[in-house]
Nanobody, 115 residues
């Protein structure tokens, strides 16, 4: 069983930055696929980035070059550094984990970008 707790969301002006954190308990981060998804109002949840074995991949074209996912195995924590935020980045951001085929989700943290 993996428990995920996100933090770091909030209100930011367009052009600003935020860093989201996701701390995992109940497992070892190096053996788990971690990821960030987001869901904007009225839209489907979309994959932002994944990390496994120290490697990260950003999937969402609209955030490439602006968002960076990283992990700290010593803290069992994944991060999402978000720069140059714009109104289209407003969404609930969810931490995701997959271990042995089981999927786990955090409760989500709201990011609101004001223009």
């Amino acid at each position: 069983q993996v428990q995920l707790v996100e933090s770091g969301g909030g209100l930011v002006q367009a052009g600003g930055s935020l860093t989201l954190s996701c701390t995992a308990s109940g497992s070892v981060l190096s053996r788990v696929t971690m990821g960030w998804y987001r869901q904007a109002p009225g839209k489907q949840r979309e994959l932002v980035a994944l990390a496994f074995g120290g490697r990260t991949t950003t999937f969402l074209d609209s955030v490439k070059g602006r968002f960076t996912m990283s992990t700290d195995n010593s803290k069992n924590t994944a991060y999402l550094q978000m720069n140059s935020l714009n109104a289209e980045d407003t969404a609930v951001y969810y931490c995701y984990a997959n271990q042995d085929g089981m999927t786990y989700w955090g409760k989500g943290t709201l990011v609101t970008v004001s223009s």
